[in-house]
């Protein structure tokens, strides 16, 4: 993660292992992967935008046995003592949809070409692969405010769906998503109180400024704000200082994470 405030809650389980059993391209830029397994009847589901790293496999001889239980700084060091032939490769990714009572996961995967590694791996549409997760809790806050207000680009989709599906059944405000195609959006399960400004960016156009836009367009709401911003390292960044210096909302009511930055 290139910047963020948002805190590491390790769970109990520590490393669990699944394997893929459903893969699918959803959209013109993601693909769904179903991961299941015994494993997850303990999986600690805490919703909205709970992530976990994510170790996917990069050849038929990839282990996941050695890997430490947490990712802290010592298991990280540890990680790359790890021969690489048989060492996966752990990313950030987000819970889209959590089944506990068939033990099945939906993860979201942004795919761009052949840009990165999982998002490349997650296109082959590899069924029958195993994975290893290590949950590492949620990000969004919860603090009495009247107002949400969210935003994100393609990569903090599944988290902003998250949230918006994890919210009161009365709770008002905006969510903004940044795409790269109207065709990306999803089905998020909002507040009816909540609604989602969908914003496609110019093909050319950096990731993130878009979405500052319609954020800076809105107007500034005299209730007090709980805020969520993710995505782009930029993004993530410029929308807090929005809320913080333009709306006057306390930092300590805003959770932001730059997943990504871009070059």
Aim: a negative charge; hydrophobic letters at 45%.
């Amino acid at each position: 993660m290139a910047s963020s405030n948002i805190a590491i809650s390790h769970a109990d389980t520590g490393l669990v292992t699944a394997e893929v059993t459903r893969a699918e391209h959803i959209s013109p830029h993601f693909v769904r992967l179903t991961i299941a397994g015994d494993e997850l009847a303990e999986w600690r589901h805490v919703g909205f935008d709970q992530w976990f790293r994510l170790a996917v496999p990069t050849s038929d001889e990839t282990r996941f046995d050695n890997l430490s239980d947490t990712f802290n700084t010592i298991a990280y060091l540890k990680y790359l003592t790890l021969p690489k032939a048989t060492r996966p490769v752990i990313r950030n990714y987000t819970v889209r949809e959590f089944r506990p009572e068939v033990r099945e996961l939906d993860i979201d995967f942004v795919v761009h070409g052949d840009e990165g590694v999982a998002g490349p791996w997650a296109g082959t549409l590899p069924v029958g692969a195993h994975v290893g997760l290590i949950d590492q809790g949620r990000g969004f806050k919860d603090v009495a405010a009247d107002r949400v207000l969210l935003v994100g680009d393609e990569s903090a989709l599944p988290a902003v769906a998250g949230i918006l599906r994890d919210l009161p059944r009365d709770a008002v405000g905006d969510a903004i998503v940044e795409l790269p195609d109207a065709a990306d959006r999803q089905e998020t399960g909002a507040p009816d109180g909540v609604e989602v400004h969908w914003v496609v960016r110019e093909r050319e156009a950096p990731v993130g400024v878009s979405a500052l836009d319609r954020l800076a367009q809105l107007a500034r709401p005299e209730a007090s704000v709980v805020g969520f911003a993710a995505g782009e390292s930029k993004l993530a960044t410029g929308a807090r200082r929005h809320l913080v210096n333009e709306w006057g909302v306390p930092k300590a009511n805003v959770a932001f994470c730059g997943y990504w930055r871009a070059r």
